[in-house]
């Protein structure tokens, strides 16, 4: 296997050379590694690791002391040497249509924005992988915010189960968990701030920790991860995540993707479009995804529309049409919704799914590609960072 596509940014390590230990965010195998190094016989490590397991993901219990199946000597044991913590919410704000966006501290002092969206037949949680992104996708407000670091898969895992909390969404102990088709929280989009695969390993680990049947257990199916095109991290996301995938095209020749998705210009269309094609899960009942931004006189003419029809061909797919979402100084305007409608229609005549997505919580600045948190401007070196967190 190929090294990891990776940036020179720092991720918090899951453990910190001094002080209790987050369980939140190690697999099943670090989590049972960190109980035996603190004196967990190896014969009951597995068990423990279970029981512990369940309390954390699938009743979302923060207090040993509530780990009612475990001796009061190990809780105890537990309470000295271990911690269960997610992120702080600091601030939500809650739009016209229900849309919930928080703004939640992690580690450093860092912030990252969450958001939540219920629908009538299900609820999204769009989930932020990195502080800041590197991409600065031109009509993308987060990619104005210079990248920080990389979440930790305990910021990740920790954002779900943030919004758990808020939802009251955690079953009784003892009681199974709640059905997907009855969630108030049934999908995650890893489409927040960030690129999910300049990031893999952290995201990776959260998710297989979402997907844990006796844990939040999300089916597979039900989390979408969103990549700007990390072309050597594609099939690697089908081999060891397993989700759905979907891609930020947003234009249909390379002189238009150089500039709105500047990553483009490393892996072009061609590059991608033969990934894509191998991917390893593509199938017509898990088509992958083509997020595609709509904007004014820009890549909205019917001419881009046969373009993309003639790109995807032979792909299972659907196009997933965004109008833009403004956001102040912004440099494009939003396609009138009867260009946005002409442009479905080809899409849609050529035997693709073309759906419009519904703008949620413009009014919170909560919707695509407008998520930035306000306090963090400038890039912070590898020194700074370490400076902030003791390490």
């Known amino acids: 296997m190929s090294a990891p596509i990776t940036q020179d940014v720092m991720t918090i390590p899951r453990k910190l050379p001094a002080g209790p230990i987050n369980l939140v965010g190690l697999t099943r195998a670090q989590m049972r590694d960190a109980l035996i190094a603190h004196g967990t016989p190896e014969k009951q490590a597995k068990m423990r690791t279970g029981q512990i397991w369940q309390w954390i993901y699938q009743w979302g219990k923060r207090d040993f002391a509530d780990m009612t199946n475990l001796s009061k000597a190990f809780r105890a044991e537990l309470a000295e040497n271990f911690v269960i913590e997610i992120p702080e919410v600091v601030s939500k704000q809650v739009s016209q249509d229900g849309t919930r966006k928080y703004l939640v501290r992690i580690a450093g002092g860092h912030e990252v924005e969450v958001v939540y969206i219920p629908e009538d037949s299900r609820g999204t949680l769009c989930v932020s992988s990195q502080v800041g992104c590197t991409l600065t996708c031109s ?81 597979r199916r039900r989390i979408t991860l969103s990549t700007s095109g990390v072309v050597p991290e594609i099939a690697r996301t089908a081999d060891e995540i397993g989700c759905l995938l979907a891609i930020s095209f947003h234009a249909t020749t390379d002189e238009v993707r150089d500039t709105l998705v500047p990553i483009n210009k490393k892996w072009n269309l061609e590059k991608l479009l033969e990934a894509l094609r191998a991917y390893p899960r593509v199938s017509n009942s ?20 046969r373009r ?64 930035k948190s306000a306090t963090e401007r400038e890039r912070k070196s590898r020194a700074q960072i370490a400076a902030e967190t003791g390490l």
């Open 308 to 371: 993309l029809v003639k790109l995807i061909e032979g792909i299972p797919a659907k196009v997933n049409l965004i109008p833009f979402n403004e956001w102040p100084g912004a440099p494009y305007k939003r396609s009138s919704n009867n260009r946005i409608r002409a442009f479905s229609d080809i899409i849609h005549d050529a035997g693709y799914a073309s759906p419009v997505r519904k703008p949620r919580g413009e009014d919170i600045l909560a919707a695509c590609g407008q998520l």
């Open 286 to 305: 898990e088509r992958i995804t083509f997020e595609y931004v709509m904007l004014h006189g820009v890549n909205d003419s019917d001419e881009d529309a």
């Open 139 to 219: 009509f993308c407000h987060t990619g104005t915010q210079k990248l920080v670091r990389n979440l930790t898969s305990a910021e990740i895992v920790g954002q779900i189960m943030m919004a758990r909390d808020d939802l009251d969404e955690w079953p009784v102990p003892g009681t199974r968990t709640v059905s997907e088709e009855a969630r108030l929280l049934s999908n995650i989009v890893l489409m927040g701030m960030g690129e999910p695969l300049y990031n893999f390993e952290n995201v990776r680990d959260a998710m297989k920790i979402a997907m844990d049947p006796e844990g939040i257990s999300l089916s």
